[in-house]
Nanobody
Framework: QVQLVETGGGLVQAGGSLSLSCAAS????????MAWFRQAPGKGRDIVAC????????WYAESVKGRFTISRDNAKNVVYLQMNSLKPEDAAVYYC????????????????????WGQGTQVTVSS
């Protein structure tokens, strides 16, 4: 089992940047595929970015490609989401999630595949 705690949310102007962190505790962090999801009011929870166990492979939603960067530090048990050029439509609660399944050669993107979730951190973008 793993516990996840997100930090780094807040209020930023459009065009600005924020960096989210997700600290993991419990079972070996490097055995999990990690992802960031977001959920805006009245909408579903959508995947934003995903990173493989080693950190070599990443995936991004088309809406954030080129603006967001996911990374991880397995020595520190942390996954990051650097968000640049933020837009009002990026405003949401951002969740960190962990997938314990050992998918070889691909990343699982559906939220139903993720076993563990953080409590979420609010990101607000003013126009």
């Amino acid at each position: 089992q793993v516990q996840l705690v997100e930090t780094g949310g807040g209020l930023v102007q459009a065009g600005g940047s924020l960096s989210l962190s997700c600290a993991a505790s419990g079972r070996a962090f490097s055995s999990y595929t990690m992802a960031w999801f977001r959920q805006a009011p009245g909408k579903g929870r959508d995947i934003v970015a995903c990173i493989s166990r080693s950190g070599i492979s990443t995936w991004y939603a088309e809406s954030v490609k080129g603006r967001f960067t996911i990374s991880r530090d397995n020595a520190k048990n942390v996954v990051y989401l650097q968000m640049n050029s933020l837009k009002p439509e990026d405003a949401a609660v951002y969740y960190c999630a962990a997938d314990s399944y050992e998918a070889r050669g691909y990343l699982r993107l559906d939220k139903s595949n993720y076993d563990y979730w953080g409590q979420g951190t609010q990101v607000t973008v003013s126009s």
